[in-house]
């Protein structure tokens, strides 16, 4: 069974500066990738950085990195100068990477807002 | 193609109702899934399907729920005698089967049971 947890219903953050959501998850799979998903208000969910479980190095997309540490089984997220287009829901999830059904798991999410 | 549609947005509708809402994949993606959102609460799975062919059912898809992926194209989602707690977001995406399988998707359908 896989889970995914977020222990951050609400963050906040000055413009410009940097925050970081944690995650942690668990997972009997033996090769997975772990995602965070962006939900604006209003508005679709989209894919804001993706990490491949076998990798060690952490993936970076511009301003957004992970920190993913796989025996900890944690999976945090930093957005670096922040934006007021950050502020949204982020949800973390996790999926098998082999396999037929590829769903995601999710977390309940983190509700960022950024302040000007 | 500009990515996955869902329609209608929004849907309100009665208790015992039935609705039924639509997904338009990106086109050559063949798979297809199905998630609910409540409020405050992160997507749950559903379904999905590969091409026209449904492979998984989550347990929360009671028999009121049906879904149907006719020639593997659209996927429609139909609950019967709707219920409050049905009231959610219900959200589509698409995927190809191959490389990562990056699942992209709709802007959702939430639909309101009064």
């Known amino acids: 069974a896989q889970t995914v947890t977020q222990s951050q219903p609400e963050m906040s953050v000055q413009e410009a500066e940097t925050v970081t959501l944690s995650c942690t998850y668990d997972t009997s799979e033996s090769d997975y990738y772990l995602f965070w998903y962006k939900q604006p208000p209003s508005r679709q969910m989209i894919l804001v950085i993706r990490q491949e479980a076998y990798k060690q190095q952490n993936a970076t997309e511009n301003r957004f990195s992970v920190n993913f540490q796989k025996a900890a089984k944690s999976f945090s997220l930093k957005i670096s100068d922040s934006q007021l287009g950050d502020a949204a829901m982020y949800f973390c999830?996790?999926?098998?990477?082999?396999?037929?059904?590829?769903?995601?798991?999710w977390g309940l999410g983190t509700s960022l807002a950024v302040n000007p | 193609d500009t990515g996955v549609s869902q329609n209608p947005r929004h849907k309100i509708t009665k208790r015992g109702q039935n609705v039924t809402f639509r997904c338009d994949p990106i086109s050559e993606h063949n798979r297809l899934y199905w998630y609910r959102q409540t409020l405050g609460q992160g997507p749950e799975f559903l379904t999905y399907?590969?091409?026209?062919?449904?492979?998984?059912k989550s347990r929360l898809l009671s028999d009121r729920f049906s879904a149907e992926r006719p020639k593997g194209s659209f996927s429609t989602l139909e609950i019967q005698r709707t219920e409050q707690g049905d009231s959610a977001m219900y959200l589509c995406?698409?995927?190809?089967?191959?490389?990562?399988?990056?699942?992209?998707f709709g802007p959702g359908t939430r639909l309101t049971v009064l």
């Open positions: 995406a698409s995927s190809l089967v191959s490389g990562v399988g990056e699942q992209f």
């Open positions: 999830a996790s999926r098998a990477k082999a396999g037929n059904n590829r769903k995601l798991i």
């Open positions: 399907f590969q091409n026209e062919a449904q492979l998984e």
